[in-house]
């Protein structure tokens, strides 16, 4: 039985994947961290993961990225690997998380879903075939109004994955409010919605002379990206140290 602490354990990701991993007979949570305690967890609750004193083999995070420089010492320290997956990171946030990896490992992804993870490879080879053939690139994603982060993190995920195939040739477009010029060959412009409770929407547009082809992803449940969570921790438990991605985990 592998044994994870669930870090943001009260929010929404937290109490989805409680409900999934009760169904899964090879995993269990042991512990929680949150900065409230409401009681309704099966397992001890701590106010900040410093204050953890339960033994695991891994750490599930979907909390806040303030969160996140105080896991990943606790992580390095307590040598726990960690499946982080709060997105928003600032760039020393990133740096850590690359120093953790040396300690320890740790999984990023900025979407937990096998269908992202997929589409992320197939983009690699459209951006290749479309991008030398004149087309432009967009990227629109929309998330529920409760999201505090935008772009999103897949939508940078989907961004960089076809900018790195294409030798990191393009820059990123967030807003062209403040500028009149046209659309420059070597942009990606990303545009991000925020309403109701969309779970997660991303579109990657590839918009060339009178034709079109888009790739597009619906997550229609938080489930999903549980479901992904929960299979990466089973992976990395025990793993040494190194930094992982949703692609080791799928293969």
């Known amino acids: 039985m592998i044994k994870v602490i669930m870090h943001g354990c009260n929010g929404k990701m937290g109490q989805t994947i409680l409900s999934l991993i009760a169904a899964d007979e090879e995993i269990e949570i042991v512990a929680g961290v949150d900065a409230r305690d409401e ?4 397992y001890p609750v ?3 993961i410093g204050e953890c004193t339960v033994d695991a083999d891994a750490v599930i995070d ?11 010492d606790y992580c390095a ?4 690997p960690c499946v982080l997956c709060t997105t928003g990171l600032s760039e020393a946030q990133l740096q850590k998380v690359q120093d953790a990896s040396k300690q320890v490992a740790v999984l990023k992804s900025a979407n937990m879903s096998l269908g992202i993870n997929m589409l992320l490879k197939l983009l690699k080879e459209a951006a290749g075939t479309l991008s030398p053939a004149g087309f ?3 990227i629109v994603e929309k998330h529920h109004n409760q999201k505090l ?3 999103s993190g897949t939508a940078l995920a989907l961004a960089d ?3 790195e195939a294409m030798g990191d040739s393009f820059t990123y477009v967030y807003d062209r409010s403040q500028v009149r010029e046209k659309r420059n060959a070597k942009e990606i412009g990303i545009s991000a919605v925020r309403g109701g409770t969309i779970v997660g929407d991303h579109d990657v547009i590839f918009a060339g002379a009178d034709e079109v082809v888009t790739f597009s992803h619906r997550a229609y449940s938080k489930a999903v990206f549980g479901k992904g969570a929960i299979q990466a921790a089973k ?4 793993k040494p140290a190194g930094l992982y991605d949703m692609a080791d985990v799928i293969g």
């Open 136 to 138: 432009d690139i967009e």
């Open 161 to 163: 994955s076809v900018n």
């Open 235 to 238: 992976f990395l438990a025990g």
């Open 39 to 42: 009681g309704k967890n099966p």
């Open 46 to 48: 701590f106010s900040a």
């Open 77 to 80: 320290e307590k040598k726990v």
């Open 149 to 151: 982060d935008a772009p």
């Open 62 to 72: 979907f909390s806040v990225a303030s969160a996140v420089d105080d896991l990943l």
